[in-house]
C-alpha cells in the first residue's frame, strides 16, 4: 500500500520533454497545449496497442508494424483512435531503422483524433527518451515532497501561533493557492482565510462538507468534487463531533491532498476532545449538578480534588468558541466557557497554568469543589490587576486582599458611582496610570499615546470626578473601584 503522507509522482508536461535540447524532439501534429501531461513513456510495435495501454502514456513506436498499403486505407485511422481511446496522451515516431519519414496518413490522423505526433530523430533512442521522462518525474517529485515538507512546517509552527485556528486556515490556504474554511457542526462557517470564492464554490462546498459530516456508519472522511473548474474538498475533523475542513482552490497539485490531511489532523487537535473519554464523564457531573447534587459529588467525575479558576482575555478582539477551546487545550482542560469577553477555565491543581501567547491571565488560589464560587472571584480579580499593570498572568495571593472584606455587590455599587463620569477610554487611563505610580513616561508606553495626552486625560479625570489625584486615599479609593472584574 502508498504511504499516503507521500504525495504521488506528479506528470510530466509535454511541454517540458519537447523542451529538452539533447532529446531534439519536434512536434508535427495535434494540439499544442501547455496542459498536455503524460504520466509515463511506453514502447510498442504493435499495431493495435490498446490492450497494452494504462493511460496517460506517451507511446513510442519506430513503425514496424506499419504494412505497406498502409496509406490508402483506414490504417491510421484505426490506430490513432485506439491509442486515443486508451487513453495514450501523445505518440512519438522514430525515424530510423524503419522510415525516413513520419507517413503522411499518421500525421493526418493525428490532426483528426487531436492527439499530438512527436517526431523523434535518428540519434535518439526509445530508451533516452523513456530515460528523460523519468528524469522529469523524479524532479518534479523532488519538488513536490519539498513543497509537501515546507507546508507542513508552516502548518505546525501556526498551530503554535496565539491564534491558531485562523493560523493554520492561512498557512493552509496560501499554500493550496485558494480558500480554507472551518465549518461547524451546525454546517455554518466558524473561520475561514484565503481568496474569496464565487457563490456556487461556496455552496457546492457546503453542501460536500454536508457528505463528510458524520451520519452513521460509511460516512467517508474525505470528499473531493470539481465544481465549474474549481476544486473542492472536505475533510471530517475528530472523532464525530461534526467539524469539517472544507478547501477550495483554483487547481488540484498531487501533494494537496496531504497538506491538507496535515491540517485537519492539527485542526482535529484544535477543535476536538484531548482528554480520552472525558466526555462522558463531563456529561454526568453536568446532570448531577442540574439535578441539585452539592459539587464535591461531581467533582471526582472531572478527574481532580484541588482546582484552580483561571480567567483569560484576548490581546486583540473578542474570544470565540474555537479560540477558547485551543486555549483550553494548552492549558490542559477541557473545562471552558466563554462569558462576554472572558474565557473561564477550570483546570486541575496539579497542570500549573502558565502565560499563553496572545492572552493575558488570571489564576485563582487553589481550591475544593465547595471553594469554586470562591475561586471565580478571584481569578476575576487577578485578571483585573494582570490587564492594571501590563501582565501576562497574575496569580491570586492567598493571603485575603482589601477586598475580599467588602460584599462583591457593595463594591461593585460603589465602583459604578465612583467611576460613572469616566469614559472608558478615561478609566483605562487612569487605571494604567495608578498601576504605574503616576508615572508619565510609562504611562505614555504604556498606552502608547504622548505623555502630554496623558496629562490632558488625567487632568479630565480629576475634573469629572472632583476629586484631588495627588491624595493618596483618593488614589487608594479610585485604585480599589477600577479593580473590579
Not at 299 to 324: I, K
Not at 445 to 459: E, K
Amino acid at each position: 500500500m502508498p504511504d499516503p503522507a507521500v504525495p504521488p509522482t506528479p506528470p510530466v508536461p509535454l511541454a517540458a520533454l519537447l523542451a529538452r535540447e539533447d532529446l531534439g524532439l519536434r512536434q508535427i501534429a495535434g494540439p499544442s497545449d501547455p496542459a498536455t501531461v503524460i504520466h509515463w513513456a511506453h514502447t510498442s510495435e504493435m499495431a493495435d496497442p490498446y490492450p497494452y495501454l494504462l493511460g496517460g502514456e506517451l507511446l513510442l513506436t519506430a513503425g514496424v508494424h506499419i504494412p505497406e498499403a498502409a496509406g490508402s486505407g483506414t490504417y491510421f485511422d484505426d490506430y490513432v483512435s485506439r491509442i486515443v481511446t486508451a487513453g495514450g496522451v501523445a505518440l512519438g515516431f522514430g525515424l530510423a531503422p524503419v522510415h525516413d519519414t513520419v507517413p503522411r496518413a499518421l500525421v493526418a490522423a493525428c490532426d483528426t483524433y487531436e492527439l499530438p505526433l512527436l517526431e523523434v530523430p535518428p540519434r535518439t533512442t526509445f530508451s533516452g527518451v523513456a530515460r528523460a521522462v523519468w528524469q522529469l518525474m523524479a524532479q518534479a517529485r523532488h519538488a513536490e515532497l519539498r513543497r509537501v515538507t515546507e507546508a507542513q512546517q508552516s502548518l505546525a509552527a501556526a498551530a503554535s501561533r496565539p491564534d491558531p485556528v485562523p493560523s493554520v486556515l492561512r498557512q493552509l490556504a496560501q499554500r493550496v493557492g485558494g480558500r480554507a474554511v472551518l465549518f461547524g457542526p451546525d454546517g455554518l462557517e466558524l473561520a475561514a482565510a484565503g481568496r474569496a470564492a464565487e457563490p456556487a464554490a461556496r455552496a457546492a462546498l457546503a453542501e460536500l462538507a454536508q457528505v463528510v459530516r458524520p451520519s452513521g456508519p460509511g460516512t467517508p472522511n474525505s470528499a473531493t468534487h470539481v465544481s465549474e473548474g474549481t476544486h473542492l474538498a472536505a475533510y471530517s475533523l475528530g472523532a464525530g463531533r461534526g467539524f469539517v475542513l472544507g478547501v477550495v482552490s483554483p487547481r488540484r497539485e498531487p501533494g494537496d491532498h496531504t497538506i491538507a490531511s496535515v491540517a485537519a489532523v492539527l485542526l482535529s487537535l484544535l477543535t476536538g476532545e484531548h482528554q480520552s473519554g472525558s466526555g462522558a464523564a463531563r456529561s454526568s457531573a453536568l446532570v448531577r449538578l442540574l439535578l441539585g447534587a452539592p459539587a464535591e459529588d461531581a467533582a471526582p467525575l472531572l478527574g481532580g480534588g484541588r482546582w484552580v479558576v483561571v480567567h483569560a482575555r484576548p490581546d486583540a478582539g473578542a474570544p470565540d468558541p474555537v479560540a477558547a477551546s485551543a486555549l483550553g487545550a494548552a492549558l490542559g482542560s477541557p473545562l471552558v466557557d466563554v462569558a462576554g469577553d472572558v474565557v473561564r477555565v477550570l483546570l486541575p491543581a496539579e497542570r500549573e497554568p502558565g502565560p499563553q501567547p496572545g492572552w493575558t491571565l488570571g489564576v485563582s488560589a487553589v481550591a475544593g469543589p465547595a471553594e469554586w464560587a470562591g475561586a471565580d472571584v478571584q481569578a476575576g480579580r487577578a485578571l483585573a490587576r494582570a490587564r492594571a499593570v501590563r501582565a501576562e498572568l497574575v496569580r491570586y495571593g492567598d493571603r485575603p486582599a482589601l477586598a475580599d472584606l467588602v460584599p462583591p455587590a457593595d463594591a461593585e455599587a460603589h465602583a459604578r458611582a465612583l467611576l460613572a463620569p469616566l469614559t472608558p477610554a478615561l478609566a483605562e487611563t487612569l487605571r494604567t496610570w495608578l498601576s504605574l505610580h503616576g508615572g508619565w513616561d510609562r504611562t505614555a508606553v504604556a498606552l502608547d499615546v504622548h505623555r502630554n495626552t496623558v496629562r490632558q486625560r488625567i487632568a479630565k479625570c480629576a475634573t469629572l470626578l472632583e476629586l484631588d489625584l495627588d491624595d493618596p486615599d483618593v488614589r487608594m479609593e479610585l485604585w480599589f473601584a477600577l479593580r473590579r472584574p
